[in-house]
């Protein structure tokens, strides 16, 4: 449960597959209640990235499927990270600019079966690239440069105003 959950908490991630896990699906999954997707049938939250030769393939760690208010089957592709996320020569190898935009064209191209109606082959209609620190404002606008559609961006801060928003039972006094 993310009550309590401080920027610093959340800083402090190790494990990449710790902090999906204790907040990156909770928030989504509280999300998808607060969107009202579930209104509109089944919301759809898969953990991709316990097996990194599936996620080497796709490029995306969690697939968030839902049906928007017309209807429309949605699929979001979320790539998570525990390092800050910057064009710097300092950035670590598996967090650098090249491998990131990489993840991020394989998720696109990526083709799945859609775990909402288990029939059709889809594609992502959006991606969150989301790191447990920062990610600086040129990383942000190199990855929009590219052309990448509906691509959004949360960090450490973005994060505990989510997590507010969406647990108001979460914030300390």
């Known amino acids: 449960m993310l009550i309590g959950t401080t920027k610093k908490k959340i800083e402090e991630y190790k494990d990449e597959n710790l902090f999906i896990q204790e907040v990156v699906i909770p928030l989504f999954e509280r999300l998808a209640n607060f969107a009202r997707y579930d209104k509109n049938g ?5 953990f991709w990235g316990k097996d990194k030769r599936l996620e080497a393939r796709n490029g995306i760690d969690v697939m968030l499927g839902h049906k928007d208010h017309f209807g429309a089957t949605k699929h979001i592709g979320i790539q998570c990270k525990i390092e800050n996320i910057s064009l710097g020569s300092n950035a670590s190898l598996t967090n650098s600019i090249e491998t990131i935009k990489n993840q991020i064209a394989k998720a ?5 079966t859609s775990p909402l109606t288990s029939k059709e082959l889809t ?9 447990s620190k920062s990610i600086s404002p040129e990383a942000r606008e190199f990855y929009r440069e590219l052309g990448f559609v509906n ?12 997590i507010n928003r969406v647990f108001p039972e979460s914030q300390i006094k």
């Open 42 to 46: 089944p919301v759809k939250i898969e």
């Open 108 to 112: 696109y191209r990526y083709t799945f």
């Open 151 to 162: 691509i959004e961006f949360l960090d450490s801060d973005n994060l505990i105003y989510l």
């Open 123 to 131: 594609r992502i209609n959006g991606f969150y690239l989301i790191t």
